[in-house]
């Protein structure tokens, strides 16, 4: 079998639940939608996404000339694909958009392959289990009060989810950072998990002294609670505090995960699938993370990362972000406050597309 073409196209999807940030709100997430098709009629996808409309037009510019490396090449030998991207990226990357795009093409070869041989990703990974813990992300956002935060909390306790994150690190007053932490525990109760992410947004020193009264709200991990560069200072916050620290999303490929887990920055490392490399660079960066002893859990894309998980050893948990959930009719299912493996072929994931029609920039 062989890849013929490669075809892309920009679909603008609203968020259900808009993000809302002091640092900015997104309204809509615009996905570059991958389709390798073969000479068998096959049909790979993969996509990447760039929010609130910037950055769109690189990154799809981006794909358009890595996706050169899948023409003519048979999707099982993954291998000859992979040096045809780094041959087609080496003078640009690695990093930022390059890593983008070539993940997104990865993703469409790997969901060929399961097509390939009737199989879904989670099996040609080497799947352990059929469903995976996961923890509901989409909201609990910065720009919300306490009550707002207390009512969502609990709603997603009532869908069945078993663990919450929300954003702290955007209140001057370190009194409103712990209240948002106590009104989302008081919320959901004692059973079901909490997260909080900073997103970057504290000095050291701060997410001591606001982790430490954090601590009595038994959080299960605080996310980047420093820069992503501060690998010093995130390892002092990880040595200081008994709550686990949990960074990595930001990071390219797989030399900052790795300076992350040399230097004991993290407790949990969290990998993002676009910026390792898609499906490819994540079992490096799992298998890196394993070798220190160190649990990993993903950043959005949860319809692929059900995939991931459901093979991997040392997965904890994936983040629940539905924000390309529209482009499917059957995106993975959440049972019993677990994502579900998709039993189709390839990602299990037909796309929808009379919705594609109608938010095709
Ligand atoms: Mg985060």
Known sequence: MKILAVDTEVIRLPLEVPFRDPRGDLSFVDHILVRARTDEGLVGIGWAFSLNGRNTASLKGAIDELKLALVGRDPLRLGEVQDGLHHIAFNVGPGGLITMARAALDVAVWDLRGKLLNLPVADLLGRRRDRVPTYASQGLW????????????????????????????????????????????????????????????????RAITLGRRFQEYGLYWLEDPVPMLDFAGSAGVARALDVPICAGEYHYELAGLKRLL?????????????RVGGITGWLKAAALAEAYQVPVVSHLVPEVHVHIFAAIPNGLTVEYMPWSFGLFKNPPRLIDGELEVPSGPGLGLELDEERIRRHRV
């Open 142 to 205: 910065r720009n919300y009060g306490p009550e707002e935060l207390a009512s969502q909390a609990a709603s997603y306790v009532a869908l069945g989810f078993r663990a919450v994150k929300l954003r702290v690190g955007g209140e001057a007053d370190p009194e409103k950072e712990v209240e948002r932490v106590r009104v989302v525990r008081e919320a959901v109760g004692w059973d079901v998990d909490v997260m909080a992410d900073v997103n970057q947004g504290w000095t050291p020193w």
């Open 262 to 274: 040399d230097e004991q920055a993290v407790d949990i490392l969290m990998v993002d699938l676009l």
